[in-house]
């Protein structure tokens, strides 16, 4: 019976939401995608959670999700499960509610992740690892379908992508990538446990991704760094590190949040002013200006004091944080400056608008 339901829930052509952001989800996600079910949305009732991201979806609200006229399929990955199927008896577009537990035992995945060593070590084993990856994503995954369709006709040759994690950019065949991180896999699961059951791509090259200090100049032919920009503390010497190890006419393809729809909403947008202050003077005077913003506009710590005390303690950490927040026409308009300053020798190739919660902005060493 279960088996039908399944070919149903694949068959029917209705849209599938999993119902249920929670720790059951991060464990059960790759799980059910051996199902051969396509996932279109994912949906929790917690406002907290609602407009952050999960494996590539933005998480919506069921109850503005629901009032589409689509008919949906719904699988429940929460222990909630009694109440989740009481409020979703309120829509007549749910055609199928299902407990994921009811699927929990046809699942059979065997974790096809070689040992450390053996990626460290056999370049095409690696290779073949991180291929499946990409594949993995690129079927099961909305982002990174327009991420590829977007980057196709510029990622060509040999290149670089920093910080790729569990949502690698799918490449054209032929076209070779290597990957950067601070940290290895084993590290970087270690520091984020709820990815401990998330394919990831290995990253044979361990390094700083806003120096690429151990990476020779003029190297490449392309560099990918989604999500990352925001991350640095020092914008226009990253963007200058990654066009160095460019070879001339190299791609940068560079994928960032759009303030308006991340936890960053309530944050003030970055001007260029501060950006160029920073190359020019060095960025560690505004760690903890950048760290103030965060706790008092994303944690909501309001009390001047204790805001204060709390990202004097994260500044002198140096944890990590968005450093930096745009819209889609701030970010592309700081890069457009920075040339018109000659900070930045690159022409603007592409840029879009809007991909999901991003913008992609496509860039050319001159």
Not at 197 to 223: A, H, M, R, W
């Amino acid at each position: 019976m279960i088996n039908s339901l399944i070919n149903n829930i694949k068959t029917s052509g209705n849209k599938v939401v999993l119902f249920g952001a929670s720790s059951v989800l991060t464990h059960f996600f790759e799980k059910i995608l051996t199902l051969g079910i396509k996932i279109s949305h994912i949906c929790d009732n917690d406002i907290n959670k609602i407009g952050k991201e999960m494996f590539g979806f933005v998480i919506e609200d069921p109850n503005i999700l629901f009032k589409n006229k689509t008919n949906f399929n719904v699988i429940i990955t929460s222990s909630f499960f009694k109440e989740i199927e009481t409020q979703l008896s309120e829509y007549s577009n749910i055609i199928t509610c299902i407990d994921y537990k009811k699927l929990y035992d046809l699942v059979s995945i065997t974790a096809f992740v070689p040992k450390e060593s053996l990626l460290e070590n056999i370049e095409e084993l690696r290779e073949d690892y991180n291929s499946f990856v990409r594949n993995l994503q690129l079927n099961i995954n909305p982002i990174a379908v327009s991420r590829y369709n977007f980057s196709k006709p510029y990622i060509k040759g040999k290149g670089l992508e920093i910080g790729a994690f569990h949502l690698p950019t799918q490449v054209c065949e032929g076209t070779k990538v290597e990957y950067v991180d601070q940290m290895s896999m084993i590290q970087i699961k270690e520091r984020f446990p709820e990815f401990i059951n998330t394919y990831c791509v290995y990253p044979s090259i361990i390094d700083n991704g806003e120096k690429l200090l151990k990476i020779q100049d003029e190297s490449y032919d392309f560099l990918i760094a989604n999500h990352m920009l925001e991350h640095t503390e020092n914008v226009f010497k990253t963007i200058q590190n990654h066009l160095r190890v460019l070879k001339k006419g190299g791609i940068l393809y560079y994928a960032v949040p759009d303030k308006r729809f991340t936890f960053d909403k309530n944050r003030e947008l970055t001007t260029y002013e501060h950006l160029k202050a920073e190359y020019l003077y060095g960025s560690e005077n505004y760690r903890y200006e950048h760290f103030l913003d965060f706790v008092t506009n994303v944690q909501n710590v309001k009390e001047e004091k204790e805001a204060s005390k709390v990202a004097k303690k994260l500044s002198e950490e140096g944890l990590d944080t968005h450093f930096h927040v745009w819209t889609s026409e701030t970010f592309i308009d700081h890069i457009q400056k920075a040339i018109d300053d000659k900070i930045l020798n690159i022409e603007i190739l592409e840029h879009t608008h809007k991909n999901d919660i991003e913008s992609i902005t496509i860039l050319k060493k001159l």
